[in-house]
T-cell receptor
Framework: EPEVTQTPSHQVTQMGQEVILRCVPISNHLYFYWYRQILGQKVEFLVSFYNNEISEKSEIFDDQFSVERPDGSNFTLKIRSTKLEDSAMYFC???????????????FGSGTQLSVL | RKEVEQDPGPFNVPEGATVAFNCTYSNSASQSFFWYRQDCRKEPKLLMSVYSSGNEDGRFTAQLNRASQYISLLIRDSKLSDSATYLCVVSATGGGNKLTFGTGTQLKVEL
């Protein structure tokens, strides 16, 4: 099973501040995904990222959000001007096989719990 | 209608019992189906894929009925360690792994 490391495990921020959540896969994967889960609710798709470009995004993923792969290994989710309702667990995910995305299984990182005060 | 619908539970069962979860999905074009397991405040972990022919992995059996847009998971000989939330997950045609999750069914296995 592929491994994905997410940092930090917990992030507390003030409303209006910017946060950057990081994801580091153990091996070289081309496809990355971000999902989030508000406490007590279902896991929701945010964005998929392939070959340094966004391939699909949800309605949630508005201009407040951005994704990058700044150095070829780390994969980041930036949330600008955070709001109270951004408080959630954010999961990075990769597919189980390198270079293959279509309908393959996703493996999730342990998540970053974001708390906006 | 919700995209993926599950009974939230909780299902409280004694150790050794057999328990079944059901799930329905609304998008008839869905192509891939999964059951994930999620422990409290942890990441979802893939339990098994679900195929039309039905598939089994140890004590776990999954079934898919495309005509009824219905997915099931059967757990035999429940263990205390099976206590978790079970997530029904569907991927639409076109891949890209945009997974749509149900809200999950909570299972509590008791002594």
């Amino acid at each position: 099973e592929p491994e994905v490391t997410q940092t930090p495990s917990h992030q507390v921020t003030q409303m209006g501040q910017e946060v950057i959540l990081r994801c580091v896969p153990i091996s070289n994967h081309l496809y990355f995904y971000w999902y989030r889960q508000i406490l007590g609710q279902k896991v929701e798709f945010l964005v998929s990222f392939y070959n340094n470009e966004i391939s699909e995004k949800s309605e949630i993923f508005d201009d407040q959000f951005s994704v990058e792969r700044p150095d070829g290994s780390n994969f980041t989710l930036k949330i600008r001007s955070t709001k109270l309702e951004d408080s959630a667990m954010y999961f990075c995910a990769i597919v189980g096989q390198q270079g293959i995305a279509t309908n393959e299984k996703l493996f999730f990182g342990s998540g970053t719990q974001l708390s906006v005060l | 209608r919700k995209e993926v619908e599950q009974d939230p539970g909780p299902f409280n069962v004694p150790e050794g019992a057999t328990v079944a979860f059901n799930c329905t999905y609304s998008n008839s074009a869905s192509q891939s189906f999964f059951w994930y397991r999620q422990d409290c405040r942890k990441e979802p972990k893939l339990l098994m894929s679900v195929y039309s022919s039905g598939n089994e992995d140890g004590r776990f059996t999954a079934q898919l009925n495309r005509a009824s847009q219905y997915i099931s998971l059967l757990i035999r000989d429940s263990k205390l360690s099976d206590s978790a939330t079970y997530l029904c997950v569907v991927s639409a045609t076109g891949g890209g792994n945009k997974l749509t999750f149900g809200t999950g069914t909570q299972l509590k296995v008791e002594l």
